[in-house]
């Protein structure tokens, strides 16, 4: 069985931040608005008057303090309140196939590779801003890559779930390196008039190569030791849109299309269920979690990572040890946790252990155990 490597690494950051404080003011604007629309009704008691929000409030709750997003404008204009990003033509390159391009030429320089070593590109993110054809084989196109390519989606362990993925195709020998991406404009399904949620996402793009040791070329290889994957069913966290909406024309536009959770049920069952899947795949590798130099977390909610990695080491994490990337990046669903472990590990010495771990919608989990060559 051939030992697979992570090889490389590649994000791509959009230009456009958005701070609480400038989130807070849009929000707070459409809170006026619809307030002074349904004042009869509100008075009346039919209608429930909306509460504003806060900077402040958002840091607590989150630890998020701004996010990266495609297009701001439309964001924050109270009377819209989701991107202005216009539609192309089917002879450009897709939006989302535009940023996987920028994020693997990254990886690809990282892994000393050029697209003529990759046989298989995945496309691993939330939302697909199409049903077909696959993101996956837009890039292939894109990049010049001959083999093949497909998309999933496990929500946001997409990017651990693709890992697992592409290890298999090294080992099996269908693939001689594979390219895998996680482009996630979270932007377009999260709603932006929802005090509780409006928050949460950003925006940017990921992507891994992974290959066979014996092959590889690259300055930062990570051994992968050991992957392992877990899905239980659950709606506490659901985005009801796709295309049988048609069917029934009094949903479209409705409140479930877009992003929507029930957050504390969501904290009580995926925190512990994150945490024992860690140590477990921790012992399957044959190691323990003293042996641990970091932990690259799926980015959500600062509270959930403290108390995930709380419960398995018996203490607060340092902050090397499990580093915070979503006060600036906020949650990007699966790109999250390679974001963390993009930007923090040429810190650690070869020889060094750690975990990638993702959580979320499914409920998903999935964690790879790594090891610096």
Not at 130 to 151: K, S
């Amino acid at each position: 069985m051939k030992q697979a490597v992570i090889s490389g690494t590649g994000l791509y950051t959009p230009e456009n931040s958005i701070s609480n404080e400038e989130l807070v003011t849009a929000f707070n604007a459409y809170v006026e608005l619809f307030n002074a629309d349904n004042a009869a009704a509100i008075a009346a008691g039919s209608v429930t008057a909306l509460e504003p929000s806060s900077a402040a409030f958002i840091e607590k709750a989150s630890g998020i303090k701004s996010r990266y997003v495609m297009e701001k404008s439309g964001i924050l204009d109270p009377k819209r309140m989701t991107p202005r990003i216009p539609e192309r033509s089917n002879d450009e390159l897709s939006l989302q196939a535009e940023i996987c391009v920028a994020a693997a030429r990254q990886a690809l320089d990282r892994a000393g590779r050029s697209p003529a070593d990759i046989d298989m590109v995945l496309v691993a993110c939330s939302n697909m801003q199409r049903a077909y054809p696959a993101m996956a084989v837009e890039v292939q196109q894109a990049l010049g890559i001959d083999g093949f390519g497909f998309d999933m989606n496990v929500a946001c362990s997409s990017a651990t779930f693709g890992i697992q993925q592409a290890v298999a195709a090294v080992q099996s020998g269908q693939a001689r390196a594979v390219l895998m991406l996680n482009p996630e404009i979270t932007s377009g399904h999260l709603d932006y008039r929802d005090r509780d949620s409006h928050f949460i996402f950003g925006d940017a793009c990921t992507a891994v190569i992974v290959e066979a040791k014996e092959d590889a070329v690259s300055k930062h290889q990570w051994d992968i030791l050991d992957t392992k994957l877990k899905t239980s069913f659950s709606n506490n966290i659901r985005n009801n849109f796709g295309f049988m909406n048609r069917f029934d024309e009094s949903g479209i536009g409705a409140p479930d299309k877009l992003f929507k959770q029930q957050g504390r049920k969501v904290f009580k069952d995926v925190c512990p269920m994150a945490a024992q899947m860690i140590k477990d795949s921790i012992e399957r590798a044959g190691l323990q979690v003293e042996q641990m130099s970091r932990f690259w977390l799926h980015q959500a909610n600062l509270s959930m990572n403290q108390l995930i990695s709380r419960t398995i080491l018996g203490r607060d994490a340092e902050a090397l040890e499990a580093p915070v990337i979503l006060d600036t990046y906020a949650n990007t669903s699966s790109a999250g946790s390679i974001i963390a472990f993009h930007k923090h590990q040429d810190d650690l010495p070869s020889g060094a252990y750690g975990v990638i771990c993702s959580f979320g919608a499914g409920y998903s989990i999935g964690s790879v155990v790594v090891r610096k060559a």
